[in-house]
């Protein structure tokens, strides 16, 4: 009765969505103007119905696995919603769910190999997206993950043995980005990239970040903040050396903390990237200087946006070190810049 209900009202605000995209195919831009409060609201209202929705057609698909072709199809718009959304965690959930009851779908092995590709299975999205590109059903951005997965498997087997000894020692510094969607905790690879992060810290602890923009959100790739003009040209008036030269530099998975620059090398200053998937065209030439421990659902709800966009952009409200070693945090700078 729940799912029943809940689908309704789901169709009908799909269908109300429908009525109003068709008026403003042919209507003037005075009345699309009128239009779009009332196409927002209808975006509004799904939203809120989203969670309940998804919990009930979970329910509904584990008590009667592919019986219904209804709910079997709503579980791939739902898998579908989070692996588009980098809801990632939320993805693997549901494409376990629909893996383990053999569900036949042709679309499932795309999504799953996925979801899978960016949780750092690499194995499962290897079997899952070679079946996608079997059956001609692989998206163009699940080719790429297919033709880079072993280059990624093989740096991600490097980067975990370098975590696996970074855990043991626990001295790592730690900075909390507390944003207008929740709370992120980066730990800062130090010994890697030193300059990055002297720089980063000593930035964070002048209070340079407070206030600042996520200007450019890119769905399935990152989140960039750390320009003080918040159109992205934006810096702390320096510019830093790069360390993608240094032996064993790190590389781009998901949850990244990596730093944004021009083409020119040595061109960073204060703008940052956090990663949403594995990517490994970035490897070597952007500067990997730490990741997230804490908040990758939090980077999921981050609004995504481009930097000269009229959407309102999500903030660091504050930026705080949480942790760092006995010894000063100060930038090296290269030269004078914006």
């Not at 799904?46 to 079997?72: C, F, G, I, W």
């Not at 042709?106 to 999504?111: E, M, V």
């Amino acid at each position: 009765d729940d799912f029943a209900d809940l689908i309704g009202q789901w169709l009908a605000i799909d269908e109300q969505m429908d009525v109003i995209t068709q008026q403003a195919r042919s209507a003037t831009l005075r009345d699309q103007e009128v239009l779009r409060p009332k196409y927002l609201q209808l975006v509004s209202r799904a939203h809120e119905l989203l969670p309940s929705l998804r919990m009930a057609t979970l329910r509904e698909y584990r008590d009667r696995p592919n019986q219904n072709p209804e709910v079997t199809m709503l579980m791939l718009g739902i898998l579908a919603h989070h692996v588009r959304s980098d809801q990632i965690e939320e993805a693997m959930q549901v494409a376990s769910m629909l893996l383990d009851a053999e569900c036949d779908h042709i679309a499932l092995p795309n999504l799953a190999g996925r979801a899978a590709y960016c949780a750092h299975d690499f194995d499962s999205a290897e079997l899952l997206l070679t079946r996608a590109k079997e059956l001609n059903a692989i998206e163009k951005v699940a080719e790429d993950y297919l033709r880079d997965v072993d280059v990624v498997r093989s740096r991600w087997n490097v980067e975990l043995q370098i975590r696996q000894r970074e855990e043991r020692d626990d001295n790592l510094p730690r900075v909390l980005l507390e944003t207008t969607k929740g709370n992120i905790t980066l730990e800062l690879f130090e010994n890697e990239a030193p300059q990055t992060v002297g720089n980063f810290v000593h930035l964070v602890d002048s209070g340079f970040y407070n206030g600042l923009t996520f200007h450019r959100v890119v769905a399935n790739f990152m989140g960039q903040s750390g320009c003080p003009k918040g159109d992205g040209y934006g810096g702390p008036g320096y510019s830093i050396l790069d360390e993608v030269g240094r032996v064993g530099h790190r590389n781009h998975f998901s949850g990244s903390l990596s730093m944004a620059k021009t083409k020119d090398p040595n061109s960073a200053g204060s703008q940052f990237f956090i990663t949403f998937r594995p990517v490994p065209e970035l490897d070597g030439k952007h500067t990997v200087f730490g990741r997230v421990i804490d908040g990758m659902p939090v980077l999921a709800e981050l609004q995504r946006r481009e930097a000269n966009s009229r959407i309102e952009p999500d903030r660091i409200l504050r930026a705080e070190v949480l942790r760092k070693q006995d010894h000063p945090y100060v930038p090296t700078k290269t030269r004078q810049g914006s």
